[in-house]
């Protein structure tokens, strides 16, 4: 079946270094996936998409790219930011269609 | 701000008992879903609707829990008869169509089995 794995359970950066949260994933089919981000108390909301025609999604300073050949769809940012500190979870639009398959998630804490 | 608005935020119920949450998705989004995050903040799927028919569910919803999204109220998810490892926040989220297209979720209902 579908899955998500993001490897990390907590990162924690200094305030300017580079973010990099890994994700990979397994379908049988060309998934979509997505990153989605929930600060503390907070509803999650999305991040990033992947576009079907290779572009790189970007969106308050993240990106990711998705990588067909490794399965992969990193999450990186250049300089990492105290009020990036948050739940980070990759997801997959499953070849059911019907429902999102969320990686175990990552916790980016971000320090002076 | 989000759209879709989850009642009540906090829930506090003894083992056995019934508890029931609810769930206004943003307005024109027909397909709603219900997650489990556990303590550990992994996510858990536990069933979808398309207005007012359900999609996919998994055993453990289909056993336990009864759920439903009528026209014109509310949907809403309950469960028949809490357990202790029922606590977790209960998320539910909508979205435009079914297939490969971004969730909007709530705030969420924190279930506290005692």
């Known amino acids: 079946g579908d899955s998500v794995t993001q490897t990390e359970g907590l990162v924690t950066l200094t305030e300017g270094l580079p973010v990099m949260l890994n994700c990979t994933y397994q379908?049988?089919?060309?998934?979509?996936l997505f990153w989605y981000v929930q600060h503390l108390n907070e509803a999650p909301k999305l991040l990033l998409k992947?576009?079907?025609?290779?572009k790189r999604p970007e969106h308050q300073g993240f990106h990711a790219t998705l990588h067909k050949s490794s399965s992969s769809f990193h999450l990186q940012k250049s300089s990492a930011q105290l009020s990036d500190s948050a739940l980070y979870y990759c997801a997959l639009a499953s070849s059911s269609f019907s429902k999102l398959v969320f990686g175990q998630g990552t916790s980016l804490s971000v320090v002076p | 701000n989000s759209k879709v608005i989850q009642t009540p935020r906090y829930l506090v119920k003894g083992q056995g008992q019934k508890a029931k949450m609810r769930c206004i998705p943003e307005?024109?989004?027909?397909?709603v879903f219900w997650y489990q995050q556990n303590k550990n903040n992994e996510f858990k799927f536990l069933i979808n609707f398309q207005n007012q028919e359900v999609l996919q569910q998994i055993d453990m919803t289909e056993k336990r829990f009864s759920a439903e999204c009528p026209s014109n109220s509310p949907c809403s998810l309950e469960i028949q008869s809490s357990e202790a490892g029922d606590s977790a926040l209960y998320l539910c989220?909508?979205?435009?169509?079914?297939?490969?297209?971004?969730?909007?979720f709530g705030h969420g209902t924190k279930l506290s089995v005692l």
């Open positions: 992947s576009f079907t025609d290779n």
């Open positions: 379908s049988t089919y060309s998934p979509f």
């Open positions: 989220a909508s979205s435009r169509r079914v297939s490969n297209e971004r969730l909007f």
């Open positions: 307005k024109g989004h027909p397909v």
